[in-house]
C-alpha cells in the first residue's frame, strides 16, 4: 500500500512539474549534504519504575531537490542521527543509542519571486522514521510510516552553489513505553546546495 501511494505522489508530482506558467522559466536539480539537530518534542516517558528520555541529538544527510518549469517541485530527502536514550530507574540504567532513519518524499512549493536571489520553500509529503534499535528491546527495530512538513530557505553563494537551512517536522505514531502516541520529531538543518 505504501508502495502504491508513493508511486502515485511521484506520478502527480511528475505532472505538476510539466506545468508552465512562464515560458522562460528553467526546470533544476540541486543535491544538498546537510547536518543539524534532531530534536525529538516529546521525550519523556516513564515504564516500570524507569524515566525514559529522548535526548536531542546530532543528524546529518542529504538531498535531492527537483524544480521544474513552475513553483512547484519534488524533493527527496534522508538522515540518520544517533538519537541517544537515557534510561533511570529500577529496570535498567543507562544510555543507548537507537539510531534513528528519517526519509521523505515531499512536494514542495516555492514562496519567492523567480527574480529575487534568496529562494524560500515550503513543503509536504509521505515520511518514513526507522529505529534500528528499538528503546525497549535492543534486538528489535521499529519502523513508522507518517508525514513530514517543512520550510527552507536558500541563499546563494555563487552561479549554482547556495547555503541552505531547512526546518522539518516528521508526524507519527510511535511506540516507546508500550503504547503508540502522536509523535513529532524536528531536524533543523544547515547545508550546501549543489545546482545543476
Do not use: C
Not at 508552465?20 to 534532531?38: D, K, L, R, T
Not at 539510531?99 to 529575487?116: P, R, W
Not at 555563487?158 to 510511535?174: I, K, T
Request: glycine letters at 14%; hydrophobic letters at 40%; proline letters at 4%.
Amino acid at each position: 500500500m505504501t508502495r502504491i501511494a508513493t508511486r502515485i505522489l511521484i506520478v502527480t508530482a511528475a505532472g505538476l512539474l510539466g506545468w508552465a506558467p512562464n515560458a522562460n522559466a528553467q526546470g533544476s536539480v540541486s543535491i544538498s549534504p546537510w547536518f543539524g539537530m534532531y530534536v525529538p518534542t516529546q521525550n519523556s516517558y516513564s515504564l516500570l519504575g524507569t524515566d525514559i528520555k529522548r535526548r536531542n541529538s546530532f543528524i546529518g544527510g542529504g538531498r535531492l531537490t527537483i524544480w521544474g518549469k513552475s513553483p512547484v517541485g519534488v524533493e527527496f530527502s534522508a538522515g540518520l542521527a544517533p538519537a541517544r536514550t537515557t534510561f533511570a530507574g529500577a529496570v535498567v540504567n543507562g544510555d543507548r543509542n537507537t539510531n534513528v532513519f528519517v526519509g521523505s518524499v515531499k512536494l514542495a512549493l516555492g514562496l519567492s519571486q523567480a527574480t529575487s536571489p534568496v529562494g524560500i520553500h515550503i513543503g509536504v509529503g509521505p515520511a518514513i522514521i526507522r529505529r534500528g534499535r528499538d528503546v525497549l528491546r535492543q534486538d528489535r527495530s521499529v519502523t513508522d510510516l507518517g508525514g513530514v512538513v517543512g520550510l527552507g530557505i536558500r541563499f546563494p553563494l555563487a552561479s549554482h552553489v547556495g547555503l541552505r537551512f531547512d526546518a522539518e517536522d516528521y508526524l507519527y505514531g510511535g511506540d516507546f513505553d508500550g503504547s503508540k502516541k502522536f509523535q513529532n520529531d524536528l531536524t533543523l538543518s544547515v547545508g550546501l546546495s549543489l545546482g545543476f
